[in-house]
């Protein structure tokens, strides 16, 4: 279960870093919306601005190809079918391609923050 929660909670972290970067390349300015619910206080800011900032840094020491999965499969929300086609690979591959990419941020992220 503490896998189950700690997955969703760096998925939903992953998504707003890939949006952001998405978004500074379409040179757009980037909204802060950086979690899903309202913060408690200061020091909750403090925190999630910090873990934001190790997931964007595990995210950018990614390969290109690993950035380029995630961002069209989490950001441009295409299914495994529509990014195969952008990419030319077969749906399973852009499936597995996608896991891959995931469990080495989840690794480059536990690195960054010494596994904590």
């Known amino acids: 279960m503490a896998g189950s929660w700690r997955g969703r ?20 300015q980037p909204q802060p919306s950086l979690v899903d619910e309202p913060l408690a206080g200061p020091l909750d800011g403090i925190l999630r601005r910090e873990q ?3 997931v964007r840094t595990a995210f950018s020491e990614l390969a290109a190809e690993d950035q380029e999965v995630l961002e069209l499969r989490v950001v441009g929300g295409l299914n495994a079918e529509e990014v195969g086609e952008v990419l030319g690979r077969r749906p399973g591959a852009v499936r597995m391609a996608q896991s891959r990419a995931l469990g080495r941020l989840r690794t480059r992220f536990e690195e960054v923050t010494g596994g904590h």
Not at 9 to 28: D, H, P
């Open 9 to 28: 909670w760096l998925y939903g972290i992953l998504r707003n870093v890939v949006q952001e970067s998405w978004r500074a390349s379409r040179r757009s």
């Open 52 to 54: 934001l900032d190790e």
